[in-house]
């Protein structure tokens, strides 16, 4: 099993359940609370929350659309999903279920906005995924999904040393959210627009964090996607490869004995056509 197939991609999710977004870095938060405010979600309105992990797009959603609205997090992973169905179970109109972000098997025409923050790069076949949630829109409700854009290349070498212990599919899968339609802003518009929403935009921003020790980046790299990469190195091979990460972070430190990572995100947005725009779209 690899992270390029669903199951995969849960079993890793499911065993960093317990740490995820939990290690005193302020990572997944940050980045889904600015995709969130690109989207606007309003009072009353009802909203979905695509690959939610632990919550951090679907809380910020909850808060906006208000008691009088409805929240929906979906995720693949059954531990995310009772962890975060856990968070939420004192709000009355938020919900968590597992389900595939490639087929959530919702009602058409169901929700005001859609939401997925740094899910898509991980979907075998990320056009069809984007089609199948625009399906899931009101005539002009928005859609938004969080890739990655520029990454910070000092990090370049740490990466490499898990290189030669990833499987060919997995070194795909981890590397496709910087090829292919994630290379560039038009590359990820590219995809909404293809999918017939309209008013597609990107905002960029940037996601800076700082890791005390070295300890705390081996801890918050095992704690969410790139946990994969960890556990693809052979057990007796792990403390090694540990011991070379914690050499080349030794020369990123800050002045301040800090560990500095900044992370160019992409935001891309569009809004599914007026009844009558979608009529002309297929006709």
């Known amino acids: 099993m690899t992270m390029s197939e669903p199951a995969g991609v849960a079993g890793v999710f499911d065993r960093a359940g317990d740490s995820y977004d939990a290690v005193g870095v302020e990572w997944f938060g940050p980045i889904a609370q600015g995709l969130v405010r690109e989207l606007r979600p309003a009072q009353g309105e009802r909203a979905l929350d695509v690959g939610c992990g632990r919550g951090a797009a679907l809380l910020p959603l909850a808060a906006a659309v208000g008691p009088t609205g409805h929240a929906l997090g979906i995720d693949l992973s059954p531990r995310m999903v009772e962890a975060t169905a856990l968070d939420v179970r004192d709000l009355g109109h938020v919900e968590v279920r597992v389900a595939d972000a490639s087929a959530p098997g919702l009602r058409p025409a169901s929700y005001d906005v859609v939401a997925s923050s740094l899910v898509l790069f991980f979907l075998p076949d990320p056009a069809a995924a984007v089609g199948g949630w625009r399906d ?16 910070d290349e000092r990090w370049a070498a740490v990466d490499t040393l898990f290189a030669p212990y990833l499987p060919k599919a997995m070194l795909g899968a981890l590397t496709r959210g910087r090829s292919g339609p994630f290379a560039s802003d038009e590359g990820v518009e590219a995809l909404l627009s293809g999918a017939g929403l309209t008013d597609v935009r990107t905002v960029r921003r940037r996601a800076d964090v700082a890791f005390s020790s070295p300890e705390q980046w081996h801890d918050f790299s095992w704690s969410h996607g790139q946990r994969a990469r960890w556990e693809a190195v052979p057990p007796d091979r792990r403390e090694q490869v ?42």
Do not use: K, M
Not at 136 to 151: E, I, N, S, Y
Not at 242 to 267: H, N, T
């Open 136 to 151: 899931l829109l009101v005539p002009g409700g928005r859609l938004g999904v969080a890739t990655f854009g520029a990454h």
């Open 242 to 283: 540990r011991q070379q990460a914690f050499g080349l972070l030794d020369d990123l430190d800050d002045p301040d004995g800090r560990i500095s990572f900044s992370q160019e995100v992409r935001y891309t947005l569009g809004r599914r056509p007026q009844r009558h725009r979608i009529a002309a779209l297929t006709t």
